[in-house]
């Protein structure tokens, strides 16, 4: 963990650097386990994780939000949490995801991952909630898949949807993009999407390709997958752009 906190410092200082209003970081940021036993041994409350308080820390002395995918320990002892974080300018965690859809997949010619094995899942939709770029609803990786979730985001007036991820190499070449894209034009709103990257251990590779979409389905930030240095993408959030897809093209159900 102390290693990628040490990644994430260099990215709030890039980001710092390029006048940044919001850091937007992978969903499990802390760190990935090679197995569901030591995602479980490995978890920290957020109040004893130093993880979460360097980034808090951060935070607090860059006046800069951070979005932060880690993982909590469940009650019992026997599971995690994988959740997202909102940390506001002032280095305080004001809201908190709980991801709802869990990974449990066997993929041809790939891994095969149970999330459920070691993840407890979420049970509720996050309300919206304003922040300095905008209204924001939050989601994790899996959810992406489920459309229902950022619907329901859509009729509370979220602007902007973001899914911190790590997709496997096999599902991210098949349907990282187009599934963002898609996100970004049923609920005309902006989609950020920082994604893990690179080998993590012997078992687990991530895609990469972090991403910003714009309500038009229009690609306006891509990382690159080998997750050999630390990156940004910039984008300039416009909500008038918002505002403006939603009034010219009116996405209301007739059925």
């Known amino acids: 963990m102390a290693h990628n906190l040490r990644q994430c410092q260099i990215l709030v200082h890039k980001a710092v650097a390029a006048h940044a209003n919001a850091l937007f970081l992978p969903e499990a940021s802390d ?4 197995s569901p036993a030591e995602t479980v041994a490995l978890a920290r409350p957020a109040t004893d ?31 995690v949490k994988n959740t997202l974080i909102w940390i506001n300018e002032d280095g305080e965690i004001t809201c908190r995801y709980q991801k709802m859809h869990l990974f449990d997949v066997a993929i041809q010619d790939g891994p095969t991952l149970k999330e459920s094995k070691s993840v407890e899942k979420g049970t ?17 990786c899996f959810d992406l898949r489920f459309p229902e979730i950022s619907l329901a985001l859509k009729r509370q007036n979220c602007q902007i949807i973001t899914y911190p991820s790590a ?12 599934l963002l894209r898609a ?8 989609v950020i999407a920082p994604a893990q990257a690179g080998a993590h251990n012997e078992k687990r590779t991530s895609y990469g390709h972090s991403m910003i979409v714009s309500p038009w389905g229009e690609v306006l930030a891509e990382l690159d997958g080998d997750g050999q240095n630390p990156q940004i993408g910039i984008a300039k959030i416009d909500l008038d752009l918002v505002q403006r897809v939603r009034r010219d093209m009116p996405l209301l159900r007739r059925t």
């Open 31 to 34: 760190y990935i386990g090679s």
């Open 49 to 79: 994780s130093i993880f979460v308080l360097g980034l808090q820390r951060e935070a607090r002395l860059s006046k800069l939000p951070i979005n932060v995918g880690i993982h909590e320990p469940a009650q019992g002892g026997e599971k």
């Open 124 to 140: 509720e939709i996050l309300p919206p909630f304003d922040t300095p770029i905008g209204r924001l609803g939050l989601m994790i």
């Open 167 to 178: 997709f496997t190499v096999p599902t991210g070449r098949a349907h990282w993009e187009v």
């Open 183 to 190: 996100r970004a034009i049923e609920t005309q709103a902006y």
